[in-house]
């Protein structure tokens, strides 16, 4: 969220040679989380939208906002960590370290593509998103 809210529109439509926009890397991340809540709980799925390239700025934090709070709570409803999420082997660990690779490969992706452009992040962003407790 804190990336999200640093880069402008402008900076939304921005692309990779070949990969998706910085705007589509966020709403594919978004994506998979639902994937995965379909498959693991699809009670959470409850007011979670599915989004496109053409999402809004207003749009992606609010579902970005919930995709991630329902994650959490399946994370949750694994109690330990030899629990399991439904469909993913082999426990809720693993599914964690999944989701954190998965999301910084594609958070890596907006970092580069916004570099290739000649866009970089200011280095209070790029050095604030590893500063959780003071930002």
């Not at 990336?3 to 402008?10: F, N, P, R, T, V």
């Not at 498959?39 to 053409?54: I, R, T």
Request: with cysteine; hydrophobic share 40%; proline share 2%.
């Amino acid at each position: 969220m804190y990336l999200l809210e640093a880069i402008s529109d402008e900076q939304l439509s921005i692309k990779l040679e070949k990969g998706k926009t910085v705007l589509g890397n966020f709403t594919h991340s978004h994506n998979v989380r639902l994937m995965w809540l379909k498959s693991g709980a699809q009670d959470l799925l409850e007011g979670v939208a599915k989004l496109d390239d053409k999402t809004d700025r207003e749009t992606l934090l609010r579902e970005l906002a919930l995709s991630s709070q329902a994650i959490r709570t399946m994370i949750e409803r694994a109690e330990t960590p030899d629990g399991r999420v439904k469909g993913f082997k082999p426990h809720v660990t693993a599914f964690v370290g999944y989701m954190v690779a998965h999301e910084a490969f594609h958070r890596t992706c907006v970092e580069i593509a916004l570099r290739q452009a000649g866009l970089p992040l200011s280095d209070k962003v790029a050095y604030g998103i590893w500063e959780w407790g003071t930002r």
